[in-house]
């Protein structure tokens, strides 16, 4: 008998947990990132923002939803769509794997500029994307390469872990009506029992391994009465053993698309909440 959607539904709700169990109990024998594996992430970054720099230089579309009208229609009229960056997700290497996701929205009735404001307004990052950031601030701001720190929560079953860490982003304006950014992870520690009284921060490179590297390429464009975010997001985290690959892969898939889209959906929240109206009031009166 074939399965109604609510009963695939039921099922995946009860293996889920389950699943969840077994990477936590894997995740809590804690590790250390790998030389292969560093390379192996540094060179699939390098792979994609040469792809990025080789689509400017040969007047390809600016954003890849413009090669889909179905996609491009989607985000038009207002959804959220987020597909997979690469042919397998995630994608294997020495030990370890990359999560490669790409997500696009349309913010109607904004311009680029207020777009990005809000993208650096690193202080209220905080509120912008709660609960899972908990802490932020600007380290140091110049007029393309900020820096910033981040205190993200990951709350499971069995753990409260969070990851401390800094970044480095850098704005790239090529016209008035487009732009783009490159932010990536230049320190995380992951710290275990976060908030309790046995909490323990870990070395750089050491932990369990949920989320080892960030990297991310974000293209902003205005037209059509708004402005059109798109961003590929990349993670590199600890593999997952082989003979559990099966039933955690779907799992790994669905945390790593659905984090992207939630953060999409936050900063075009942002542009239109009352932080959001005030810097762009701001940045208006500034002109």
Partial sequence: MKQSPAGYREAWNAVAPIALLLILADAARAG???????????????????????????????????????????????????????????????????HHWVGAAFIPNTTLEQVVSITRDYQHYKDFYKPVLLESRAISMGASEDRFSALLMNKSLLSKTA????????????????AYSITQSTRLQEIENYGSLNQHIFPVDEGSGFIWRLFSITHYQQRDGGVYIESEAMALSRDIPFSLRWMIDPIVRRISRGSLFTSIKQTSDAVNSGTGRERRAQVAGAR
């Fill in 163 to 178: 990851l401390e860490g800094e970044y480095k982003s850098n704005v790239f304006h090529l016209d008035p009506q487009r």
């Fill in 32 to 98: 250390t990132l790998k030389s292969e594996t560093l390379e192996a992430w540094d060179q699939y970054v390098q792979t994609a923002i040469t792809r990025m720099q080789q689509r400017l230089a040969s007047g390809s579309p600016f954003l890849l939803v413009d090669e889909s009208p179905e996609r491009l229609a989607k985000v038009r009229n207002g959804e959220i769509i987020v597909w997979p960056g690469a042919a397998q997700i995630p994608g294997k290497v020495p030990s370890g794997l990359i």
